[in-house]
């Protein structure tokens, strides 16, 4: 392999390992902003309720923009990673799965709302198969995410990725949460030492006789 390939290859890894801590950094906040944005429009004190009601709106619109910037910076750069990190490509597919499931939950809550206007037991019966099915693609989906992330970690052997993405993979209540943020401070690692790499190597070559 060439110095040139060399280089292009590892700048196609460090800006894989950038994409994904930003990915990751966006999955970590919105949860935060969906979370103040129910607060805020739980509020019942009609003198600021206007007001409260706005903020909210703005807050889940924000937090519909990260989740869009989430995972297009996941699959894009799991799927960088894929040409140098054996296991990486298992993320993309995750992150199209998680898609696919929200999308069936979302055909779901149409369907429910339509069985309460027409009162259909068929109707009521495909909204609960539909959000269920949803709900396990969706689990899927952030399972092979966490076994991307777990895969990235690997050859880096870095033990708070590792550990990061594992529990991105269990599906438990917290347990995702906690795992982005391993997940955030394990890549800001392994950015930190390909960015130091770089600039060794860019010394040496500068320090090199002619």
């Avoid at 060399?6 to 999955?27: H, S």
């Avoid at 949860?31 to 003198?47: E, H, K, Q």
């Amino acid at each position: 392999m060439s110095t040139q390939e060399e280089t292009e290859k590892f700048e196609q890894e460090l800006e894989g390992i950038r994409r994904l801590r930003r990915g990751v950094l966006y999955l970590l906040l919105t949860p935060l902003l969906i979370i103040a944005a129910l607060v805020m429009g739980g509020n019942t004190d009609a003198s600021v309720g206007g007001t409260e009601d706005v903020a909210a709106g703005v807050l889940f619109m924000v937090a519909l923009v990260l989740v869009a910037l989430a995972f297009s910076s996941l699959r894009a750069s799991f799927k960088k990673l894929a040409a140098v990190v054996k296991g990486a490509g298992r993320g993309s597919t995750g992150v199209i799965l998680v898609l696919v499931g929200v999308v069936i939950v979302i055909v779901g809550a149409f369907v429910g709302g339509v069985s309460l206007f027409n009162n259909e037991g068929f109707l009521i019966t495909a909204s609960l198969v539909l959000y269920l099915a949803g709900i396990i693609v969706a689990v899927v989906g952030f399972f092979l995410i966490g076994v991307g992330l777990y895969a990235v970690g690997t050859p880096y052997g870095n033990g708070m990725l590792k550990v990061g993405g594992t529990l991105v993979a269990i599906p438990l209540f917290l347990t995702p949460f906690i795992g982005l943020i391993l997940s955030y401070v394990g890549l800001g690692e392994i950015e930190s030492r390909l960015t130091s790499s770089a600039q060794a190597s860019a010394v040496n070559q500068t320090s090199r006789p002619p």
